[in-house]
C-alpha cells in the first residue's frame, strides 16, 4: 500500500491510450478562488510542487469534495481541490499544481502493470480523510469511528484479518521497509503482535525461497534516512518524496514475485494507494452502507460524518498471469479499502460472520483472474 | 530469471532526491508519537529524547528504529545471506547487488541524539 496520490493524477492520462480508463476528461477543470477555471496539465514533476503537503484532513476532504457547500442536499462536484489548495500558501500558481497529472512514461512500471494486467476504475479510499483512519480499512474492514490520525485500539469482535487467518490456520505477516522506517500499526499490531511481521529484506527471501505467507501486506519505506553509510530514500511517494523510488518500489516488489515462476503462478499482487493526499480527482466518491459508528466532530471540523461516504479515488492495479492483459475494472465495480480483507477472508476462511457492515458488503475481486491458464512470458523490470 | 522475459528498463532515482533533513510529515510525526505512547514506561526511565524533539526524517528514522527494535527485537538480526546479496540499501531492480554509494556527510542542522 502506496501513500497519499489520486487515480487521476497518477493514471488518468491512461485514458489517452484507453479510453475505457476513466481518467479526467479533457476539458475538466477546478475553479481558482477568484473562480477562474484551472485546467489539469501533464505537468506533475516526481518532486518539488506539493509543498506544503496538501491537505487531507476530513474538513479539507470536504472541501475539496463539495467545493465548500455544507448545504444538507449537496453533491460532490469534485471541484474545490485548487480551492483548498489555495487556503495553505495563498498563492494561484502554486494552487493550480494540484491539478497536475502525470504523463504515462513518467511512471513505467505503475502504468505498464495497469495496462498489462488490471485497473480499477472505482477504487475509493475508505473514508474522506488521512492516512491511518484508511489504511486500518485495509487491516481490519473499520476505523472503529476514527476519521483522522489519532491512535486507537482495535477492540473485538472485529479483529484484523492477521488475526483472522492465524486463528484459521492460515498464515500472514505485514513487512515493514526496515526497523527505522517501521511500520503504520505500532499500537494495535506491532506492539501485540511482533510475530506476524517482517522485513522488506525478510519479503525478498520468502519471494526467492516460495516461503511466503498465505497473505502478505507490503509497507514502503516512509523516510529519507541515513544508515550504515548508505543513503536510503523513501519510496511510500508521499509527497514531497521522490515519486520515481516508489515506481522503482513496485518494481522491486513484482520483480520479486515474477522471477519465482512457481510463486508467481499461485500469487496476486494488489498495488493501491491509502488516501488521494489532497490531490485532484473527478469522479465524486459514493456514498456506502453506514459503518455504525459516528465521527467525533473535533475531527470532521464539525461535519457529521457516519462512515456513510467513501473517500476520493485512488490508484488500484491487480497484477496475476491469471488476469486477461488490459483488463479494465468497470466504474459500476466500486471498491474501496474493505475489500482487501473481504477478499483475503472470502478466499481462505471462507464464512466469518464478526466483521463489519462497509467489509461484508464490500465488493472482492479474485474473479478477475479468470483465464483458464496462466498466462506465460511478459516481463521483468531491471534498473537502467 | 525465468526465461523469455523482456526487459523493462527503469532509470535510477536520481541522487538529489535525497533529503534526511526535510521536515517530517504529519503522518511520520504523529507515527513517531504513536512509538512513543507505546513505549512510553521505558522512554520516561531510559530515554531523554521527546517527540515533540523530532523534527526532521533522519531523526524520525532513529527514534523509531529505536522503538521498533524493542518492539520487534526479530527484526534486528542481520538479513540472510541470499537477501544481503540481493539487495543494496535503497531499490535495486538488479538480481547482482550494486556498488553502494556513500552517504554524503552533510553537517548536522539539528541536534540528535541517537539510542
Known sequence: MMENRSFDHMLGSLRAKDPRIDGYPDDWTNPDPDGRPVRVKLKAAYRGQLTPDPEHHFPHVDRQIFNGDTSPNRVPTMKGFVRSYYEQRQDIDHAAQIMYAFKPEQLPVLTTLAQEFAVFNAWFSSIPGPTLCNRAFAHYGTSFGQAAMAWWYATKPTVSIYDRLVASGRTAKVYYFDQSSSSLEVPNLLKNQPAVFGTYDDFLVSCRDDTLPDYAFVEPNYTDHEEDGLEILASDQHPDHHVREGDRFIASIYNAIRRNETLWRKTALLIVYDEHGGLFDHVPPPACPPDGYEAKLEETGGIPFKFDRLGVRVPAVLVSPWIPRGTVVPSTRVFEHASIPATVTEFFIGDYADRTVREKQAATFLDLLSLPAARSGGFIFADK | ?115
Request: charged residues 30%; hydrophobic residues 30%; positive net charge.
Open chain 2, 1 to 115: 530469471m525465468p526465461p523469455r522475459l523482456k526487459i523493462i528498463g527503469i532509470p535510477r532515482t536520481p541522487a538529489t532526491a535525497f533529503d534526511q533533513h526535510r521536515l517530517i510529515s504529519d503522518l511520520v510525526r504523529n507515527q513517531v508519537y504513536q512509538a512513543h505512547r507505546e513505549l512510553h514506561d521505558w522512554w520516561r526511565t531510559l530515554g531523554s529524547v521527546k517527540p515533540e524533539q523530532v523534527q526532521t526524517e533522519q531523526q524520525a528514522a532513529e527514534y523509531l528504529k529505536a522503538v521498533t527494535r524493542i518492539l520487534h527485537p526479530e527484526g534486528t538480526r542481520p538479513p540472510a545471506p541470499a537477501a544481503a546479496g540481493k539487495r543494496t540499501r535503497g531499490i535495486s531492480l538488479g538480481e547482482r547487488p550494486r556498488a553502494s554509494r556513500p552517504a554524503r556527510r552533510r553537517p548536522r542542522k539539528t541536534s540528535r541524539k541517537r539510542r
